[in-house]
Every structure is written in structure tokens, then in C-alpha cells.
């Protein structure tokens, strides 16, 4: 019983962390960009844009390393956790 009991807490903490990471996202403050391009220079798969003078950040491509909230001295990306 107790074993089982254990199993399915493991389960649940497993699906917790999947889930947890399935809507992670990594976005832009449009408001804080200045469109300098540091991101999109720092990024290992072109994830990143500029339109219109702001950064885009293509989420089907982005794997977040969380490379490019470092690269940004403005402080306009950010990950949602
Ligand atoms: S590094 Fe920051 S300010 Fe520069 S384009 Fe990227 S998000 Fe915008
Ligand atoms: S988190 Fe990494 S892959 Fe995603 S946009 Fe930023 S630098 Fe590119």
C-alpha cells in the first residue's frame, strides 16, 4: 500500500514538472526594448527578430536557454515561469 502510495506521488510530481516546463515562455517588454539587437545576435537557433524597431521572439523555435535575458542590458526579456 505504501509503495503504491509513493508511485503515485512520483507520477504527480513528474506530470507537475512537465507541464511546469510545456508553458514555460520566454518574452519581450515591448515597452523596454530599444530594437539594439543584442538578442538577436546572442541566439544559437535565430529565434529572434526585429519588427517595427522591437524584438520578436519566435516560440516554436526557442529552446530557452535563457541566453538572450542575459544578453539584454535593458532588462526587456523575461521568462514566465
Ligand atoms: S537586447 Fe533587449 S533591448 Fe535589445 S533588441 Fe533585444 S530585447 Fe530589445
Ligand atoms: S531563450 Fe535562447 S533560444 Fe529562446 S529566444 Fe532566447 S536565446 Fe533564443
Known amino acids: 500500500m505504501k509503495k503504491k ?10 506530470l507537475t514538472a512537465l507541464l511546469s516546463i510545456s508553458q514555460s515562455r520566454i518574452f519581450v517588454e515591448t515597452n ?4 539594439c539587437g543584442d ?6 537557433v535565430d529565434a529572434i527578430q526585429i519588427v517595427d524597431g522591437k524584438s520578436v521572439i519566435d516560440a516554436e523555435k526557442c529552446i530557452l536557454c535563457e541566453i538572450c535575458i542575459h544578453s539584454c542590458t535593458y532588462d526587456a526579456i523575461r521568462k514566465n515561469k
Open 39 to 44: 538578442c538577436v545576435d546572442v541566439c544559437p
Open 32 to 35: 523596454s526594448c530599444v530594437g
Open 5 to 14: 502510495y509513493i508511485f503515485m506521488i512520483g507520477i504527480f510530481v513528474i
